[in-house]
């Protein structure tokens, strides 16, 4: 039985989507003043068991108890103090940040509620993110994705008429630069000092070892342990998760290209007298705080390298990009269609798509980074968040574009799965592409061949080989130089 501290409580819960067992018999507890950090490989199930917390998904079989009373639904979760930010950010765009807070919080109501609104959200946006530049009067749909995902949070975090309970975080760093994700797993520190619980989903398992009092740790739609967060290291919650920890020193396979032809380049700009340039064959990362021009740079670099007036066969540039939702997915398509649509004049035979060639490289890239689906026809929403973005990566790779520029395009995608694309990158760097990779995460950064470090929307310093580190990286994106 739920003890009189718990704030919410699943017993059994299963949950199943046609042929595939989402959750399969979940018992999970919140108590208060806990933070849970919520872990396992994409398509666990992790998603789906926060969707019946918050009550959007009525269990097929289980129960559900907030503070001990049995209830289910959006308003029973809401009523109980459950507050959830959404892998998949789900706030408005064409509503400024105030009305979306408005949106939220049915108790912003009656004259000058807007100003309330205002106030109250620009408040907890600087609590959370201090020096953050964001405006209450701001549409959201001119935010960046990083921008988007501060503002949810500040949102649900923020008290109208009753003080959040319980705030569900669902990959909320995986579009925050290292500092904006430290400024808020200090928040979440102070929120359960405070006697506040947050579940608290990453794939970045050194986020969820520090901020985390309890692990809890989901494989194929069940937990398959749940214990201190002490009890735990990175190594043993990836073997716990079904994965192995490949260890590969940061300098491993480095590519030394630096003889090879350029394939792309830019003049520098905006004061810098740093030019971009990518040789062939190289990996090339974009580092610095996120919205200092970095995805503006691979867009800038897609523009000028795939507009042709003309019909051409061969692409010369992929992307993929960092907005799975708004650029990314083609949401009424199947899956196959999803991973082809980039290339389908290769797979085109007397004008036609050849399916059986189609199907083909689909049932590849579906065997390579381990795509969880029984069949590739199903709708990609179907999909769990990190099983889509493997999608966007398997369009871009499958490809014969000699150049890949990539949006910070590892957001959600588990552990396993990246150890198998940072090999993919490597043997296909090796054999003569390119990669331009924007990441938001350091030890990224740090597999890379040449490092770029933005701004203010310019380069402010190139780093090489051994002097690509964290420490160096930090510095020139605070000092605008090189240490
Ligand atoms: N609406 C849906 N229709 C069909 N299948 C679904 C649906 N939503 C989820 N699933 C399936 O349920 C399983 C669990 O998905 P869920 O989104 O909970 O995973 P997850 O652990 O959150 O993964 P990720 O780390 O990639 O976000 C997956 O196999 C997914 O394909």
Redesign the pocket.
């Known amino acids: 039985m739920p003890g009189t501290n718990t704030v919410v409580s699943v017993q059994g819960v299963r949950i199943e989507?046609?042929a595939?067992k989402?959750l399969n018999g979940v018992d999970l507890e919140v108590g208060a003043g806990e933070a849970i950090g919520l872990v396992?490989?994409?398509?666990?199930?992790?998603?789906?068991?926060v969707n019946v917390i918050n009550g959007v998904l009525t269990p097929h079989q289980g129960s559900i108890s907030y503070a001990g009373e049995a209830a289910s639904g959006i308003s029973a979760a809401r009523a109980a103090g459950v507050r959830c930010v959404f892998?998949e950010l789900s706030l408005c765009p064409n509503l400024t940040v105030a009305e979306n807070t408005r949106l939220m919080h049915a108790g912003l109501q009656g004259f000058g509620w807007r100003t309330k609104a205002s106030g109250l959200v620009r408040k907890k946006l600087d609590e959370i993110f201090p020096g953050n530049r964001i405006e209450a009067s701001s549409q959201v749909g001119d935010l960046s994705i990083a921008e988007r995902q501060m503002v949810e949070i500040a949102i649900n975090f923020l008290t109208v008429t009753e003080r959040p309970k319980l705030v569900i975080l669902d990959?909320p760093t995986s579009s925050l630069d290292a500092g904006l994700a430290e400024q808020l797993l200090a928040y979440v520190r102070r929120f359960v000092s405070e006697g506040g619980s947050v579940l608290f989903?990453s794939?970045i398992l050194g986020e969820i070892l520090s901020t985390a009092d309890r692990i809890v740790v989901?494989k194929d739609?069940k937990v398959v342990a749940s214990r201190p967060a002490d009890g735990f290291s990175v190594r043993s919650l990836v073997e716990t998760m079904g994965s192995v920890v490949k260890e590969r020193s940061k300098a491993e396979g480095r590519s030394n290209a630096s003889s090879a032809p350029v394939v792309l380049d830019l003049p520098a700009r905006r004061g810098s007298t740093i030019d971009f340039r990518a040789r062939r064959g190289e990996i090339i990362g974009l580092a610095g705080l996120a919205g200092h021009g970095q995805t503006e740079t691979l867009l800038d670099l897609f523009g000028r390298n795939c507009s042709n007036w003309l019909p051409t066969r061969k692409a010369s540039v992929a992307f993929v990009a960092g907005d799975r939702s708004l650029n990314g997915t083609f949401p009424l398509w199947s899956i196959l269609r999803n991973l082809t649509i980039g290339h389908l004049r290769a797979l085109a035979s007397l004008g036609t798509v050849d399916t059986g060639r189609e199907d083909a490289v689909g049932a590849d890239w579906k065997e390579r980074i381990a795509i969880?689906?029984p069949d590739l026809a199903?709708p990609i929403?179907?999909?769990?968040?990190?099983?889509q973005q493997k999608v966007l990566f398997a369009r871009a790779l499958s490809g014969d574009a000699e150049t890949v520029l990539m949006d910070d395009p590892m957001r959600?995608v588990?552990i396993g799965t990246k150890q198998e694309v940072y090999s993919i990158l490597r043997s296909e760097a090796a054999a003569g592409r390119t990669f331009i990779w924007y990441s938001t995460e350091m030890d990224e950064i740090c597999l890379c061949d040449r490092v770029y470090v933005f701004r203010d929307g310019a380069i402010v310093a190139e780093l090489m080989g051994d002097e690509i580190s964290e420490d160096h990286v930090l510095a020139a994106s605070f000092s605008g130089e090189a240490a």
């Not at 396992?40 to 068991?49: D, E, F, R, Y």
């Open positions: 989507f046609g595939v989402a396992g490989h994409n398509g666990a199930g992790k998603s789906t068991i892998q990959e989903i794939h989901m739609g969880k689906t199903n929403l179907s999909l769990s968040g990190g099983n959600g588990d």
